[in-house]
């Protein structure tokens, strides 16, 4: 059966009694219809999230095979919660971009999912429009104000970064021109789109611990200078008020279900491409309240999503992870190894040795930050036993663990030896999470740290326009600030073409844009866009809906 198929033969339980089990009173969650809910932000408690032992999911670097690192997530919480451990799994929420474009739904596969999936795939409990209406809202005042012969505060439209988004896939708004049809319709100005998950808002509602918080990073929003140098925030805009009263509903993070009836917390959605591509401080932290474990994940490999989890939101929120899982499939290891897309579901051995550099490559990372990993190998019908044998291998001459979670096929009941795994890490207390670099350092400092130990790269080049923002960065005081590097999923590297662990290769930073509201600094590599495109044939061209309101090709 297809994931959808499989949600569908599923009964699902009222979201009141998904509360209760929980840890809330039903009476203090706000239904959005049977299956969803929203959480008071009043029950999170600190002191009882110190308590809980936060597990991180991450994974290799992803290949077109897929490696279900969110299935492998749900699957490792139900997996604990087998074991009599109360676990909860807490996620990010997916964007419309990839569900009608390439990659489909991320709401987790086969009997390892989080419900009701059709719903969480589409418009959810309405995040992301706030948060894209909450942005929009910032452009419409920018331009506003640039137009404005009373209340102007003399804005240099040359200097505006601040864009507009929309959450869909749409290459054609990534480079537009406002403003024209007469003084009427504006001032002319270049600017463009971004998707949803690369706002700045989206990465201001996942590291805001409150909504006084909220607002305040809001108004930090920086939009460019006046036509005598002053830096324009969102504050002088007195935009920040508004703004925070459309995200009123979207700062609660939203509970559901899994298919076996265990909680689950789905909240933010940036990627890890482009954004820090973890979901919220208060959704993790409201998971951690209410469970003795709490299984997050980070999207794409190691080098993206866990390196921004480690050292933006542990270190903005004061997280200490205690262990991490590294999702791989024998699959993706044979594409890192040189085999053809076609040939993954064959026996290659060698072409999966060649792949296992990769798979070391971040299982060296991890231990960078004094983490201990777990290696999960996602279970597909076509690994043989002699494949599965040479990753154990490799585990083994490493002191590493290892496990064969079956999740996609038994759910919970097939993730129980990683779950197993897992609970020997935290009760041995063998990790010691240390962030990798210090906040404090230059901002060259931070990235080449990340681009040499983490990505292996020799060095870092930067363009002149690089080098100009570095020096306004300067000027403005934000040399503190960590570094959110958008870079490639597809490589270690900032070049999708090379496979495996490439070496040799320089990291070119050619922008560097301010997002001093979210706290950090967003270094641009490569030719990766923050407006990804539809694929030639998208996803949306199998999406359909009968007269009864059933929903198909959703996947």
Request: hydrophobic share 40%.
């Amino acid at each position: 059966m297809t994931d959808l198929q499989i949600a569908k033969g599923v009964s699902l339980q009222h979201i009141s009694s998904i509360a209760e089990k929980f840890g809330i009173d039903p009476d203090n969650i706000e239904l959005y219809g049977k299956y969803k809910a929203k959480l008071p932000l009043n029950a999170i408690n600190r002191e009882k999230a110190q308590n809980s032992n936060l597990i991180l999911v991450s994974a290799i670097s992803p290949t077109p095979a897929g490696e279900g690192k969110t299935t492998m997530s749900i699957g490792l919480s139900e997996g604990l919660n087998r074991l009599g451990k109360k676990s909860t799994v807490v996620l990010r929420e997916p964007s419309l971009g990839p569900v009608f474009g390439i990659k489909g739904g991320a709401t987790g596969g086969g009997y390892s999912q989080v419900l009701p999936m059709e719903d969480i795939n589409l418009h959810f409990t309405g995040d992301f429009a706030a948060i894209e209406k909450a942005h929009n809202l910032l452009s419409a005042i920018i331009d506003n104000n640039i137009q404005s012969k009373t209340n102007s505060l003399l804005l240099d439209p040359r200097t505006i970064g601040w864009k507009r988004v929309m959450d869909m896939n749409d290459r054609s708004l990534r480079h537009i021109i406002v403003g024209l049809g007469g003084t009427n319709s504006g001032v002319p100005r270049e600017t463009g789109f971004d998707i949803t998950a690369a706002s700045e808002i989206m990465a201001i509602l996942c590291l805001a611990e409150s909504l006084s918080d909220l607002k305040k990073r809001l108004g930090n929003i920086f939009v460019g200078y006046t036509y005598d140098k002053k830096p324009i925030y969102a504050k002088d805009l007195k935009a920040e008020g508004a703004m925070t009263a459309l995200l009123k509903d979207a700062i609660k993070p939203n509970l559901v279900q899994t298919i076996e009836g265990n909680p689950a917390i789905i909240h933010g959605g940036p990627f890890a491409n482009i954004a820090q591509g973890t979901n919220s401080v208060i959704a993790t932290l409201m998971g951690m309240t209410h469970s003795e474990y709490t299984v997050t994940e980070a999207g794409f490999g190691f080098d993206l999503g866990a390196e921004k989890f480690f050292d933006i939101k542990c270190q903005s929120a004061g997280l200490t992870p205690k262990a991490v899982v590294l999702t791989t499939t024998i699959r993706a290891l044979k594409y890192h190894g040189g085999a053809d897309l076609k040939s993954l579901t064959e026996p290659n051995v060698a072409t999966l040795k060649k792949g296992l550099p990769n798979l070391e490559k971040h299982l060296e990372n991890i231990g960078k930050f004094k983490m201990v990993p777990v290696i999960a190998i996602n279970k597909f019908v076509s690994d043989t036993e002699e494949e599965i044998a040479i990753v154990k291998e490799l585990a083994a001459s490493k002191g590493i663990r290892v496990a064969v979670a079956n999740v996609w096929a038994q759910g919970g009941e097939g993730a129980e030896e990683l779950a197993k795994a897992v609970i020997e890490i935290v009760e041995s207390e063998a990790s010691a999470f240390k962030p990798l670099y210090d906040w404090k350092s230059s901002v060259k400092d931070k990235i080449a740290t990340i681009a040499t130990e983490i990505y292996g790269a020799e060095y870092v080049d930067y363009t002149a326009k690089a080098n100009s923002n570095l020096r306004k960065i300067t000027d403005l005081g934000l040399d503190h600030l960590p570094v959110c590097i958008a870079k490639t999923q597809k490589s270690l590297s900032d070049n999708p073409k090379l496979l495996g662990r490439p070496k040799d290769f320089i990291i070119t930073v050619r922008e560097i844009e301010i997002a001093v509201g979210a706290g950090f600094l967003i270094p641009i590599t490569g030719d990766i866009m923050r407006m990804p495109g539809l694929p030639t044939r998208p996803s949306s061209e199998g999406i359909d809906i009968n007269d009864d309101g059933e929903i198909t090709g959703l996947f």
